[in-house]
């Protein structure tokens, strides 16, 4: 029938005109609380109708039959969406309240991403009312098109908490817009992990919820102790007096932070707080932990040249355990350098197990390149035992920095990506490559490597340019490679 709508069934995408059975499928479903709005029924009748699709074609026949209906009640606008398939083309398998609320509360309203954690949800200054920053992304896409879509996926899967992480809307933003960097195997371990850290903090109080506990006893011999109450919250003045008990002199200290907080393996609270000085241009970052005798400093580290950079700090669980630093580790004219260093945790200064490039950028010094690396964790040790991974990836952007082309947009060269798997070895007390592939040599070289070091290690990539690259990239290796 020439004026009848289309099915919005997008299995069917045939004319629908109600002298027509039609068949009742999992997308038939999931539209028909709209396509009956559109049709002018109401939700009473939604069972009705879906109850009706389940008949057979004869029986349809004769229901319909008796109740013809075009489309002439409609609005020119409804009728031209339902006619150009409009209305199939655009459902999202969108996640229902509950679903979003179920992802939110396994991970405490704070976002999944390992390296950001913030928290989504507070007070509005309206004391009846709360806000709330975060997202439930979907981790393989709503709908075809979008950043992840598996196309194997069920709708009822597709729109399920399993196939939810909950992030800020930074984080949000970022993981959809670059889906070659935040694949899904990566958001369901950010998913998994925040899952786990949510739980195992369940009924636990926080570090700085001792009130009432103990000021201070006789300290230890081992190690110094505060004569600052554990109170909740942790106000800036205990922050300082804990700084008093790093080694050294810090009461110039111009910024006082915390940088983690939590309960060890065995349940000890720890907190990790960091002590500036110079305008934040050296560092003390102290671990501290809480014992029968108040908050306890076990281990210490002094971090210089910081140029003004927060240092980032983790501790990984353990006998004993490991604090993880990211820290400025080297700068000047057209070079800077953050590492992340591993430190066995040790009373004193604890010993460095493990350092790599967290992030570094390289241009000049005598070569027609740029390069700048990024390095993201994809699976974290948790605890330091015998045989657990880690493992990071690096990623490396190179960049035409010879004059010619510098600060253009087309200035890009070319990028890579280069991971490490290692294990804990607990007899040699070292990280371990797990193949003959990790090699820390590699990326290493990619910060102090030349221009030969540099055609050498990607010599197939630079010819493949110099035959199908743009312009500018011809150009530029025409001037500086001989090939």
């Known amino acids: 029938m020439e004026g009848s709508p289309r099915c919005p069934d997008p299995l069917c995408h045939g004319r629908f005109s109600f002298l027509r059975p039609f068949r009742v499928t999992e997308v038939s479903r999931r539209v028909a609380r709209q396509w009956l709005g559109l049709y002018g029924c109401g939700r009473r009748k939604i069972a009705s109708i879906l109850a009706f699709g389940s008949r057979s074609p004869s029986a349809q026949i004769g229901v319909l039959s008796r109740r013809r209906r075009g489309t002439s009640g409609l609005t020119s606008s ?43 949800a507070g007070p509005q200054m309206d004391p009846g009312k709360a806000i709330n920053i975060g997202v439930a992304s979907h981790i393989t896409a709503a709908s075809p098109g979008g950043p992840r879509y598996e196309p194997t996926l069920s709708d009822a899967d597709r729109a399920a908490p399993e196939n939810g992480i909950w992030l800020c ?18 958001l369901r371990h950010w998913k998994q992990s925040a ?15 001792r009130t009432g506990a103990p000021t201070i006893g006789i300290p230890s011999a081992s190690v110094r102790s505060s004569t600052a109450p554990v109170t909740r919250p942790l106000s800036a003045d205990t922050i300082r007096q804990l700084c008093t008990l790093l080694p050294g002199d810090t009461r110039g200290s111009e910024q006082a932070k915390v940088l983690g907080s939590g309960r060890d393996a065995m349940g000890q609270q720890y907190a990790i707080v960091g002590a500036g000085r110079n305008h934040a241009w050296d560092w003390r970052v102290g671990l501290f932990t809480v014992g029968n005798i108040g908050w306890e400093c076990v281990a210490d580290i002094r971090l210089e040249r910081q140029k003004a950079y927060i240092p980032v700090a983790i501790y990984v669980h353990g006998q004993p355990g490991a604090l993880v630093v990211t820290q400025v580790d080297g700068w000047g004219t057209g070079v800077f350098r953050r590492s992340t260093r591993w430190y066995r945790i040790a009373q004193g200064e604890p010993p460095p197990l493990l350092s790599y490039p967290h992030d570094f950028y390289v ?44 600060g253009d947009l087309e200035s890009e060269l070319f990028s890579l990506t280069e991971t490490l798997s290692l294990e804990w070895n607990e007899g040699a007390a070292i990280f371990v490559p797990r193949g003959p592939s990790d090699d820390f040599a590699r990326i290493e070289e990619i910060w102090t490597e030349g221009t030969e070091g540099f055609l050498k290690r990607n010599l197939e990539r630079v010819r493949l340019l110099a035959q199908c690259g ?3 990239q011809q150009s530029f290796i025409t001037r500086h490679f001989s090939l």
């Open 78 to 120: 409804v009728r031209h969406n339902i006619e150009s398939g409009v209305l199939g083309e655009a459902m999202r398998d969108d996640f229902q309240l509950a679903v979003k609320r179920t992802i939110a509360l396994r991970v405490g309203y704070q976002c999944s991403n390992p390296t950001c954690g913030a928290k989504t």
């Open 169 to 186: 809307q930074n984080c949000a933003k970022l993981v959809d817009n670059d889906v070659i960097r935040f694949p899904e195997a990566l």
């Open 195 to 209: 899952e786990r850290r949510a739980f195992e903090q369940l009924g636990r109080q926080s570090p700085f919820d």
């Open 363 to 406: 241009v000049g010094w005598g070569m027609p390149f740029g390069r700048r690396l990024t390095s993201m964790t994809i699976n974290m040790a948790s605890e330091l035992v015998d045989g657990v991974a880690l493992e990071i990836r690096f990623d490396v952007n190179y960049t035409m920095e010879d004059g010619e082309t510098y």
């Open 470 to 472: 743009t312009l500018n």
